[in-house]
């Protein structure tokens, strides 16, 4: 069992920047591969960026690669997105996510889910 809560969401102008954090719980964090998804008002949730339980590999949607950057620190249970050159389009609401799926740019490849933090990006 894995929870996860999210901080660090706020407004923003475009161009600012933002750093969210996951803290999460658990015995097995390690092992999970951890995820970022963000819905928009009105808005199917979206695959925004990926780690592996080693934090070797990093993955991206089109959307936020070269802005985003996702790290983790298995010591602390944390995950982090650092999110730079914030555009009007990135307004969402930002969820964290823990998987052993196999399939991290999907829902379906995740098994806990954070509540959510609000991220607004003024124009």
């Known amino acids: 069992q894995v929870q996860l809560v999210e901080s660090g969401g706020g407004l923003v102008q475009a161009g600012g920047s933002l750093r969210l954090s996951c803290a999460a719980s658990?015995?097995?964090?390690?092992?999970?591969?951890m995820g970022w998804f963000r819905q928009a008002p009105g808005k199917e949730r979206e695959y925004a960026a990926a780690?592996?339980?080693?934090?070797?590999?990093?993955y991206y949607s089109d959307s936020v690669k070269g802005r985003f950057t996702i790290s983790r620190d298995n010591a602390k249970k944390m995950v982090y997105l650092q999110m730079n050159s914030l555009k009007p389009e990135d307004t969402a609401v930002y969820f964290c996510?823990?998987?052993?799926?196999?399939?991290?740019?999907?829902?379906?490849?995740?098994?806990?889910w954070g509540q959510g933090t609000q991220v607004t990006v003024s124009s």
């Open positions: 658990g015995r097995t964090f390690s092992s999970y591969a």
């Open positions: 780690i592996g339980w080693s934090a070797g590999s990093t």
């Open positions: 996510t823990a998987g052993r799926k196999g399939d991290l740019a999907t829902m379906s490849g995740y098994d806990y």
